[in-house]
């Protein structure tokens, strides 16, 4: 008798085993992808702008020429980065003259009446250079020093604080007699000595800019009177704050 055949069982789950390596390399290319993600992003920026720049052509002509082009738009690149513009520079003060007068005499009226300083020891009148506040011997100085009265630096300090923002120029000022002392050989040394006392208080309780600032002793050559009389070499002997409406061209 012949033997019956068997039939051979046919398994039809194979592919699952295929189709479970696919789905393990596929989570692992997830994976790889979610690792790349969480690095640092700021190192990828910092490459990104590296291949950038390194990729931006950085000459004005053309690679194949030696010579840059004598007429405007011929063979030059259009794409050239161009130069910043200088920004616009603010305004000189944000107060007029007369606004700046005007809060001053409040503050100078206030301490005339506490006794700080004497009735017209500050003068102050507006020319088109701007508001020059005149600071006089008698009131801030002893005759013949630099050294400013202990009395006057409270309001000192309270015009400096109120001073806007703004070129300023610090001028001293004496009257025409002369001075020889081992300090001051003569009124050039005074007067300048006496600019800068103030100019240096000005800075230091105030809020002007050192750049803006200036001081110069003009001895008894610009007088505001008549120094042939007592009253008149009063007014001459000064410290005038002079602040500008422009800045200077040198500054």
């Known amino acids: ?4 055949k068997k039939h ?10 295929s189709y479970a390596d696919f ?45 840059p082009p004598l007429a405007e738009g011929n ?10 513009l200088p920004l616009p520079l603010p305004s000189v003060r944000e107060e007029t003259a007369e606004e700046t007068e005007e809060h001053l005499n ?7 009446a506490a006794g700080q300083i004497p009735p017209g020891s500050v003068t102050m009148h507006i020319t088109p250079e701007g508001l020059v506040i005149s600071l006089h011997e008698a009131g801030f100085f002893p005759s013949g020093s630099a050294e400013i009265r202990a009395s006057s630096i409270p309001t000192l300090s309270s015009i400096a604080a109120t001073l806007p923002q703004g070129p300023t120029r610090v001028e001293g000022h004496t009257d025409n007699v002369p001075i020889h002392t081992a300090q001051f050989p003569t009124n ?10 103030i100019a240096r208080l000005l800075l230091e309780r105030g809020a002007i800019d050192p750049a803006d600032l200036s001081a110069a002793g003009y001895a008894e050559f610009h007088p505001a009177a008549d120094n042939a009389t007592e009253p008149g070499r009063t007014q001459n002997r000064r410290v005038d704050i002079i602040l500008l409406r422009h800045r200077a061209p040198s500054q």
């Open 188 to 197: 050039w040394e005074l007067s300048t000595a006496r600019a800068t006392v």
């Open 75 to 84: 063979n030059a690149a259009t794409n050239a980065t161009p130069a910043a």
């Open 23 to 67: 789905i393990t390399l596929l989570f692992a290319f997830f994976v790889v992808l979610f690792a790349s993600s969480q690095s640092d992003k700021k190192k990828q920026v910092q490459i990104a702008a590296a291949m950038q720049t390194a990729f931006t052509p950085l000459g004005i002509f053309e690679a194949h020429s030696k010579k």
């Open 106 to 112: 409040k503050l100078l009226a206030a301490q005339v």
């Open 1 to 4: 008798m012949s033997r019956k």
């Open 8 to 17: 051979e069982h046919v398994n039809h789950e194979r592919w699952l085993v």
